[in-house]
């Protein structure tokens, strides 16, 4: 199994409002092909974690790279791994409230399966000024 964290910049083509059809889209086709993450939206910037079966994941990511609502994906974090940290989570939105308030809900939804380096990752992600 492969875990993809990549950022990236929405594009005028991005609405706020399309967050939601992304998300709930995604969590449907990526349940049914046996993948799981989590996708954080702020300041016009994208993060987002994929992880499943490395071919399955090779094949979205080439997907969404192509999807022209944002530009300049770049990969942070690609692993092998022995198995999903976030299998419940099909495609979850999480809210920037706070910083914090997001590792903790990552943090109990992983337990002693979060990736290493994700916290500074997305500690960096969201402190980031807005993508313009
Ligand atoms: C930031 C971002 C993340 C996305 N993540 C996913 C995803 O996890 N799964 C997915 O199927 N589509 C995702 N999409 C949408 C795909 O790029 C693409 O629009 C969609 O898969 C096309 O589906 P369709 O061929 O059924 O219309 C994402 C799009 C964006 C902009």
Same mark, same amino acid.
């Given at each position: 199994m492969r875990r993809l964290v990549y950022t990236s910049v929405a594009t005028a083509d991005f609405a706020e409002g399309d967050l939601f059809r992304i998300v709930s889209q995604s969590a449907r086709k990526n349940g049914d092909i046996g993948l %799981?993450? =989590?996708?954080?939206? /702020?300041? *016009? $910037?994208?993060?987002?974690?994929?992880?499943?079966?490395?071919?399955?994941?090779? &094949?979205?990511?080439?997907?969404?790279?192509?999807?022209?609502?944002?530009?300049?994906?770049?990969?942070?974090?690609?692993?092998?791994?022995?198995? %999903?940290? =976030?299998?419940?989570? /099909?495609? *979850? $939105?999480?809210?920037?409230?706070?910083?914090?308030?997001?590792?903790?809900?990552? &943090?109990?939804?992983?337990?002693?399966d979060v990736p290493s380096g994700l916290d500074s990752i997305i500690r960096d992600f969201l402190s980031q000024p807005a993508a313009s």
């Open positions: %799981s993450g =989590f996708l954080l939206y /702020s300041n *016009r $910037r994208f993060l987002q974690l994929l992880e499943g079966p490395a071919d399955q994941i090779s &094949a979205l990511y080439g997907v969404i790279q192509s999807d022209n609502r944002h530009c300049d994906c770049t990969v942070v974090l690609d692993e092998q791994i022995a198995h %999903s940290a =976030f299998s419940k989570w /099909s495609m *979850r $939105r999480l809210r920037s409230t706070s910083n914090d308030a997001i590792l903790a809900e990552i &943090a109990e939804q992983a337990g002693r």
